[in-house]
């Protein structure tokens, strides 16, 4: 006591000589983000924090990734785990932080031992404006391919994104990539035409000549991002394209555009925010772009607003799409339909507002919200608490929706078995993920779901009955019926609805013009994927529209000359 006295009077005992030391050493630790755990080794010296690297983890391509690259590199500079989490990431940041954390513990303290490191401010210039023949809003799917292909039309091109990483939607995509008539799909034993897929689009949507068009690009389309290299050689319901080995699209998708803008030499401008459009002698002639390092001009001949859907801003879907208010978003978080308040500005009309695509069966991670609509499209079926099955599982998204929603509490189980999950690699992944309770049969399956287990199995051996009889007795399905439930293990997983895909935005002409109420072309000003007001499914309408922007404008801009 003595001693502590001495100390104390002599100003020697600080709060950081009362800490205790962290242990020198490289530790293995984990936190959990989005898609499953993340693995991270955390290096320990002299009381700081030396190296971090990301030893393992399933985090969505250029979303997640971007978290794993940037946050390793801001907590050892800073010597802090008090950071912002990357905007658009947060699972997978919090994942980083959490998995850091864990480490400081095992060394024998916390965050609170480290000295933090001053930060320098930012002594950037501030950017200057600039000059372009295209500069393109949004770098998710449909804004990449605006890029892409306005580029090979031999146009000078800048391509910005309000969040730190592109993908958009887009990169979230686990399903598949709809069209009629690619060269895959024809040389098909049965081969699936545009007629086909516009047919399917007719039976959906209002009868109009932007689904005809649709369906005439789409194959087109295709065989544009094959030739790219993506994987799109597996055709499952006539119309879906996916990976061979049944992946995610977008984590697929997203990687072989970026590699092109790469190759193109175009390079994302990543937290760039387009505030409004620039308007001189009465065309469209740039945006009004946003930035840390200041505000500035981009000035071009044609804007393509690529900004995606309003399905993660709240006040608009409840605005719009009323009936899916207060659920949560598996869109990108930058789907908040900013391109509406732009367009609108400048004369430019909306249509279709209150028609969407909910995603119908989200899974509540714990860390947000997923689409399983994989595990749907390979094989599963739907039922309620009671046991039963309500409706079509591969029913319009709408109608599918409310019927969910409708169920008890507004939730329901997909059920299936170990031959659906042989059937897909993403299906394998939630599997690992912990995505879905697993039983050795239906019985404990619905104890272990607590729904009603005599009802489950009647409703089984029917579905099997109908599974046999090559006929759906009770709904009427025809597609994705690739399993009997008969396979042990079973699984399932409890969903509900979500806010996914908004058709709703701007009014366009067939050539992605935006127009007034009238039906007048606005000029210089495109609209692609999300933000144009078009039916049809989510990526296939981003990435036709994002390259139709982008050939129109190619066509006008060569008309200046």
Request: a positive charge.
């Amino acid at each position: 006591m003595r001693i502590k006295a001495v100390l104390l009077a002599m100003g020697l005992v600080s709060c950081g000589l009362a800490q205790a030391a962290l242990t020198s050493r490289t530790y293995v630790t984990e936190g959990k983000g989005n898609n499953g755990h993340v693995v991270v080794e955390t290096t320990i010296e002299n009381g700081a924090i030396t190296k971090i690297r990301v030893l393992k983890n399933s985090e969505t391509p250029m979303i997640g990734e971007t978290a794993i690259k940037l946050l390793p590199t801001k907590i050892v500079d800073r010597q802090s785990l008090d950071i912002d989490k990357v905007a658009g990431a947060t699972n997978s940041s919090n994942a980083i932080l959490t998995a850091v954390g864990e480490a400081l513990k095992k060394a024998g303290g916390s965050k609170a031992d480290l000295k933090a490191v001053a930060q320098k401010k930012d002594q950037a210039a501030v950017l200057k404006d600039a000059d372009t023949d295209v500069v393109v809003v949004g770098a998710g799917g449909s804004g990449m391919a605006a890029a892409i292909e306005a580029k090979r039309k031999g146009l000078n091109v800048i391509l910005i994104e309000k969040l730190p990483m592109i993908g958009g939607t887009t990169a979230l995509s686990s399903t598949a990539f709809n069209a009629g008539g690619s060269k895959i799909q024809m040389a098909l034993k049965k081969p699936y035409t545009a007629d086909d897929y516009y047919l399917k689009l007719k039976g959906k949507g209002p009868d109009d000549a932007s689904l005809r068009n649709l369906a005439d690009l789409s194959g087109p389309t295709t065989d544009w991002l094959v030739d790219m290299g993506a994987d799109l050689g597996r055709v499952i319901n006539g119309s879906q394209h996916t990976p061979k080995d049944g992946g995610a699209l977008g984590s697929m998708l997203v990687p072989v555009m970026k590699k092109q803008l790469d190759k193109l030499g175009i390079e994302p401008r990543t937290s760039t925010k387009a505030e409004g459009l620039y308007v001189k002698d009465g065309r469209v002639a740039g945006v009004h772009v946003s930035h840390d390092n200041g505000k500035y001009v981009i000035h071009a001949k044609g804007v393509i607003l690529a900004t995606g859907g309003f399905a993660s801003n709240p006040e608009l879907v409840a605005k719009y799409t009323p009936m899916w208010a207060g659920y949560p978003s598996t869109a990108s978080r930058g789907a908040t339909g900013d391109a509406l308040a732009m367009a609108t500005k400048v004369g430019a009309a909306l249509g279709q507002m209150d028609r969407s695509g909910p995603q119908t069966v989200a899974y509540q991670t714990g860390n947000g919200a997923v689409s399983l609509t994989n595990v749907r499209y390979n094989g599963a079926i739907l039922v309620n608490e009671d046991g039963n099955r309500f409706v079509n599982e591969l029913a319009l998204t709408p109608i599918l929706g409310k019927a969910i929603k409708d169920q008890k509490d507004g939730h329901a189980y997909l059920i299936f078995d170990q031959a659906s999950v042989d059937r897909a690699a993403l299906m394998k992944k939630y599997k690992e993920a912990g995505y879905f309770v697993e039983a050795p049969t239906l019985d404990a399956l619905a104890k272990k779901l607590g729904i009603n287990a005599e009802n489950l199995s009647k409703t089984v051996a029917a579905y099997q009955k109908g599974m046999d009889d090559g006929v759906d007795h009770e709904f009427g399905r025809k597609d994705s019926r690739f399993s009997r439930i008969d396979k042990a293990p079973y699984y399932g997983a409890k969903i509900s609805p979500a806010s996914q895909t908004t058709y709703g935005g701007v009014k366009i002409d067939l050539k992605a013009r935006a127009v007034t109420e009238t039906g007048k072309v606005i000029p210089g000003l495109y609209v692609s994927g999300e933000a144009a007001s078009q039916y049809g499914q989510g990526v296939s309408i981003g990435v036709i529209l994002g390259k139709l922007a982008a050939d129109t404008a190619a066509e006008d801009i060569a008309k200046m000359k």
